[in-house]
Structure formats: structure tokens, C-alpha cells
């Protein structure tokens, strides 16, 4: 089990605590040119997550689960936030513990890219420690519940798969965002699964406005695949957070696919984002050539940091 120590720890009264104001509200971008002629009379909208502090859509439910801890008591001043993460809650949970106060240790894939695991450990300050990279996310869980059984009372585990309030960021936050921004036009959604609590949650949210939205997963097709952050769920441990019967469908994408939506959005919309946000806007595009109108809306978790160091990015333009 390998580590990378965090660095000098700061005392919160040296963070702007205005920080965590950052978190919500982006905004949702027409991507006019990638629906184009593959999609006539259908249009698609993205969030632009990357615009949360922390640089990621993950920074709503790592707030929310952090603050109903504190709340709870569960959370407590000089306990430990533990979780697991493939990267981007990592960040998020690395940001809010240095601006609360809190010391966080990760447990994420030893084959996460570089940036990631800098942000978390030098720029703000957690503990991270390296699972079996085979093993996927699945590995990096179960090694936080053997880290949480040895001391339980040390640590805060908000157990991002299995947390209510993971999905409940969405339901109250990106949902109705979604709506408002739309003018209330939305009729179809989708995100990509991995914790599944942004589709669980923003789903419910909008169906809550309006019944009749369609909401979709978007999966990986293949049980190996090169899209960081999401889950093959026939072959991954499933969130305790994920109810498929409550969405109206899932969509497969190619990590090939998503590769090259990559970069069709960085040359046709002139927007840089990492193989998570090309497999979520390739399904909208085929989720759009089977309607003849509607108004479809996903997420775009994050930028393309990794992308671009890891040499995957605009490799074919």
C-alpha cells in the first residue's frame, strides 16, 4: 500500500472560507455544432462543472455530505474525512477539509493521473493512499472499509457510493438549475455513472418538475474500458445509491467514442474536457438521432487536465 503524504498543513482561519460559495450555480452551454445535422430539431445543453471550486461536479455532493455530517454529529472537530474516490470527489473532499478545518485521507486507484493526485496531496493537503490500480474503484472501497474497521472512531466515512446525501446535492442544486436554465423546456437527461449520484439525483429532481422528462445513464461498453470516472455496473460493486428502475434507460458508449467526442468539442465548441464528458455528450448525440425534437441536457463533469497529460488529448486532430 503506497502513500503520497500530504504536505505543511494550513489552519482554516488561512483559507478564504468564500470558497465553498463557488460550488453550484454553473453554467449550461449549447453545443450547437455538435448536434448540427446529426440532430435536427433536437437541441443539447451542458453543464459546465469544471466552473465549481474544486473543478469538478463532484464538489456538490462532497459539500453537502460533508456539512449534513457536521450536522448529524457524525462529523466532529479533529476527526479524519476518509473516502474513497477516483479523483475528482477527492479534490472536492481534499478543498472543503482544508477550508473547514479537517484533515482527509483518500483511498483512490494507483493509476489515477498525476494532477489529481498533486492537487489532493500538495495543493491541499490530504493523505493519499494507492489501491491496486487492477482493481479498479472497487478495490480503492474496499480498502477504505479495512482503513475505517481499525479506527472507526477517528474517522468521518461520508461512503460516497452509499450516501443519500450524495444524491440529494443533485435533487436540490443541479436539477433545479437545470430547469431554470432551460426556461422549464428540458425533456430528456443523461449523465454518466460512477457513484450514479449526479444521474440518481438530478433525475429525480427533474422529474419532480415534470413527470414526462426522460432521464438515461450513460455506462461504458465495455467491462475494461479507459473512461475515468465510470462504472461498467454488470461487472462493478453497485452504489447502494442506484435505483435503474427509476431511470427510463442506459446508454453504452465506446471508450473510442468518447475519445472522440473529446475532441470533436474541443475543435467544433472550442471546449476542453476530459473522456468522462466525451462519453456523456456521445450518448446525448445518439440519444438525439432517435428524436425528432426535445431539448436534451448532460453534465460535463470536469476539464481535460488529465486528458492532456496523459497525451490522449487531441491526439487525432
Not at 454529529?73 to 476518509?82: A, C, D, S, V, Y
Not at 477504505?144 to 435533487?171: C, G, L, M, R, S
Request: aromatic share 6%; glycine share 10%; with cysteine.
Amino acid at each position: 500500500m503506497s502513500k503520497l503524504a500530504p504536505a505543511a498543513y494550513f489552519k482554516p482561519d488561512e483559507i478564504d472560507l468564500g470558497v465553498l460559495e463557488g460550488i453550484g450555480d454553473t453554467p449550461l452551454i449549447e453545443l450547437k455544432n455538435i448536434a448540427g445535422d446529426e440532430c435536427p430539431g433536437v437541441s443539447i445543453f451542458a453543464k459546465a462543472e469544471w466552473h465549481n471550486s474544486g473543478g469538478s461536479v463532484k464538489a456538490r455532493p462532497a459539500l453537502r455530505m460533508i456539512e449534513q455530517g457536521e450536522k448529524s454529529g457524525e462529523l466532529r472537530p479533529g476527526m479524519t474525512i476518509l473516502d474513497s474516490t477516483s479523483g475528482n470527489t477527492g479534490v472536492a473532499y481534499a478543498l472543503i477539509g482544508l477550508v473547514k478545518g479537517y484533515k482527509v485521507k483518500l483511498v483512490m486507484p494507483g493509476n489515477i493521473c498525476n494532477e489529481r493526485k498533486q492537487l489532493m496531496a500538495s495543493r491541499y493537503h490530504a493523505e493519499v493512499v494507492y489501491s491496486d490500480p487492477i482493481e479498479s474503484s472497487d478495490g480503492a472501497i474496499l480498502m477504505v472499509e479495512q482503513i475505517y474497521k481499525t479506527e472507526p472512531e477517528a474517522y468521518f466515512w461520508p461512503d460516497q457510493y452509499n450516501n443519500d446525501e450524495n444524491w440529494k446535492a443533485h435533487y436540490y442544486t443541479t436539477a433545479n438549475e437545470i430547469w431554470e436554465q432551460t426556461g422549464h423546456t428540458v425533456t430528456h437527461f443523461l449523465a454518466g455513472i460512477g457513484t450514479t449520484g449526479t444521474v440518481m439525483g438530478t433525475s429525480r429532481g427533474l422529474k419532480a418538475h415534470n413527470k414526462k422528462i426522460m432521464c438515461y445513464a450513460v455506462e461504458p461498453e465495455e467491462s475494461l474500458h479507459g473512461i475515468e470516472g465510470l462504472k461498467h455496473m454488470a461487472t462493478s460493486i453497485v452504489p447502494g445509491i442506484y435505483v435503474q428502475s427509476e431511470l427510463d434507460g442506459k446508454i453504452p458508449v465506446k471508450t473510442e467514442k468518447a475519445y472522440e467526442m473529446v475532441n470533436r468539442l474541443a475543435e467544433q465548441e472550442n471546449i476542453m474536457v476530459g473522456s468522462s464528458s466525451g462519453a456523456a455528450v456521445a450518448g446525448a448525440v445518439e440519444l438525439g438521432k432517435t428524436l425528432n425534437e426535445g431539448v436534451i441536457v448532460t453534465v460535463l463533469p470536469d476539464s481535460c487536465e488529465c486528458d492532456i497529460a496523459h497525451g490522449d488529448f487531441l491526439k487525432d486532430l
